[in-house]
T-cell receptor, first 112, second 114 residues
Framework: GENVEQHPSTLSVQEGDSAVIKCTYS??????FPWYKQELGKRPQLIID?????GEKKDQRIAVTLNKTAKHFSLHITETQPEDSAVYFC???????????FGRGTSLIVHP | NAGVTQTPKFQVLKTGQSMTLQCAQD?????MSWYRQDPGMGLRLIHY???????DQGEVPNGYNVSRSTTEDFPLRLLSAAPSQTSVYFC?????????????FGPGTRLTVT
């Protein structure tokens, strides 16, 4: 099955700085890579995703990049704000299915 | 649309007791899955279903059973609760659009086994 590694486990930044979270995956057949945000006590929610035929995707202050050769993808958040503080999860589909394997999560803390 | 609903929100069990966590979705999604979330471990897949009558095991299936008799409902049964099953449980459903899909999560059930 798919193995997803996510780093770092904790990331602390000052408001206005950029934050980068990186994930690697093992299954070269994986073709869809979503990112979820989970605020404290709430459910995970999709914030951005990327398909394997695209190298980068942006949505306002967040962007995701994908390197299929190296089998890694990253989440970039620019001009961080305190409300960006949350746990972020990357995911990749398992064995060609539509059921994702999640990384262990990154706790992002944005200090005002 | 209510989306994905889960009951109960909180539950305390004694070791050896059994119970069923309920999950329902009203979006006509084919795929449904159960995850458990433990600190530092992310979301680990317990069981999943690709349609009514079809279920399969995920990464951590031991101690849990599922069934999918309708598209809407996907209950998770704990057969004999153990303290190691103390966790937050999320049910999710998803549709597929080409190669992409989005998981819609329920609000979660916080389970404590004493």
């Amino acid at each position: 099955g798919e193995n997803v590694e996510q780093h770092p486990s904790t990331l602390s930044v000052q408001e206005g700085d950029s934050a980068v979270i990186k994930c690697t995956y093992s299954d070269s057949a994986s073709n869809y890579f979503p990112w979820y945000k989970q605020e404290l006590g709430k459910r995970p929610q999709l914030i951005i995703d990327i398909r394997s035929n695209v190298g980068e995707k942006k949505d306002q202050r967040i962007a995701v990049t994908l390197n299929k050769t190296a089998k890694h993808f990253s989440l970039h958040i620019t001009e961080t704000q305190p409300e960006d503080s949350a746990v972020y999860f990357c995911a990749a589909p398992s064995g060609g299915s539509y059921i994702p394997t999640f990384g262990r999560g990154t706790s992002l803390i944005v200090h005002p | 649309n209510a989306g994905v609903t889960q009951t109960p929100k909180f539950q305390v069990l004694k070791t050896g007791q059994s119970m069923t966590l309920q999950c329902a979705q009203d979006m006509n999604h084919e795929y449904m899955s159960w995850y458990r979330q433990d600190p530092g471990m992310g979301l680990r897949l317990i069981h999943y279903s690709v349609g009514a009558g079809i279920t399969d095991q995920g990464e951590v299936p031991n101690g849990y059973n599922v069934s999918r008799s309708t598209t809407e409902d996907f209950p998770l049964r704990l057969l004999s609760a153990a303290p190691s099953q103390t966790s937050v449980y999320f049910c999710a459903s998803s549709y597929t659009s080409g190669s992409s899909y989005e998981q819609y999560f329920g609000p979660g059930t916080r389970l404590t086994v004493t």
